[in-house]
């Protein structure tokens, strides 16, 4: 199950912070084929599971995506540089395939070690909000 650890139980406190209850969104992991490590996954596995993530999108068919982490954000967004999950958040992208709107921010598990950021976060879940609101 995605997010069963403390990172977890932080992201629903989030999700209902925005007045959205865990069962009313669909959670998934970045990467489906590879070990469940709690590290990030490398751009090799990311890119050998891509397809399973993008199917999932495409049979889920998600009003807005939360890309948590760096990971996700470089990915979601297509940058494959060398740029933060600073420099992607507080705006609204779109994921390339699937023309879905996509919010970047921080990942639960860094805002465990980095409570400061918990600020930064609360903003990109208030656009996350906002860009929902005309689908909720």
């Known amino acids: ?11 629903t406190d989030m999700l209902a912070a925005i007045g ?9 992991h970045m990467t ?7 590290r990030p996954p490398e751009a090799s596995e990311v890119h050998s599971c891509a397809g399973h993530l993008e199917a999932e999108i495409a049979l889920v068919r998600p009003s807005l995506i939360l890309a948590l982490g760096l990971t996700a954000g470089r990915y979601l967004t297509g940058v494959d540089t060398d740029i933060s999950v600073t420099a992607l958040r507080g705006q609204v992208h779109r994921h390339a395939t699937a023309d879905t709107p ?3 921010t921080y990942h639960p598990r860094y805002l465990l070690s980095r409570p400061s950021e918990k600020a930064r976060v609360w903003e990109d879940l208030q656009l996350a909000r906002r860009t929902l609101s005309p689908a909720v």
């Open 32 to 38: 489906k084929c590879m070990a469940a490590e709690q």
């Open 20 to 28: 959205l209850d865990r069962s009313q969104v669909y959670i998934t």
């Open 102 to 104: 996509l919010i970047v």
């Open 1 to 11: 199950e995605p997010f069963a650890d403390q990172g977890g139980v932080l992201l």
